[in-house]
C-alpha cells in the first residue's frame, strides 16, 4: 500500500513559478513509476509527466516548462512548473504505478495509488 500526499499548490501570476511536492509512503518507493495529473475545471483529469528509476516523459503541453524528478532518498517526486500560463489552472494529482515496465504510461488506469490534489491557479 502506498499513501500519497501532495503539496506546494497555490495562485501563481501567469509567467510565475510553482514546485510540487508528493510525499510517498512506504519503503518500496524506488520501485514504482511515479506520475503527475492535471484536471481542470469542467475537464477530464489528464497526463502531465511521468517518471520511472531514470526515464522521463510528458505531455506536449508542459514540455519545456515542465520538469519532474525524484528523490528516493526521501521518497518524494516534484514537479517543477515555470512559464505558467492560466490553461495550467487544475488540480494537481500525484500517482504512483507499481510494474515491471520500462515504459511510462500516460493512462490513468494504469496507476494503482493516488493523492488527494493540489490546486493550481494561474491568473492572467
Known amino acids: 500500500q502506498v499513501q500519497l500526499v501532495e503539496t506546494g499548490g497555490g495562485l501563481v501570476q501567469a509567467g510565475g513559478s510553482l514546485r510540487l511536492s508528493c510525499a510517498a509512503s512506504g519503503r518500496t518507493f524506488s520501485n514504482y513509476h511515479m506520475g503527475w495529473f492535471r484536471q481542470g475545471p469542467g475537464k477530464d483529469r489528464d497526463f502531465v509527466a511521468g517518471?520511472?528509476?531514470?526515464?522521463?516523459y510528458y505531455a506536449d503541453s508542459v514540455k519545456g516548462r515542465f520538469t519532474i524528478s525524484r528523490d528516493n532518498a526521501k521518497n518524494t517526486v516534484y514537479l517543477q512548473m515555470n512559464s505558467l500560463k492560466p490553461e495550467d489552472t487544475a488540480v494537481y494529482y500525484c500517482?504512483?504505478?507499481?510494474?515491471?515496465?520500462?515504459?511510462?504510461?500516460?493512462?490513468?488506469?494504469?496507476?494503482?495509488?493516488w493523492g488527494q490534489g493540489t490546486q493550481v491557479t494561474v491568473s492572467s
Open positions: 500517482a504512483a504505478r507499481n510494474t515491471f515496465s520500462s515504459l511510462i504510461s500516460p493512462s490513468l488506469g494504469d496507476y494503482n495509488y
Open positions: 517518471i520511472t528509476w531514470s526515464r522521463t
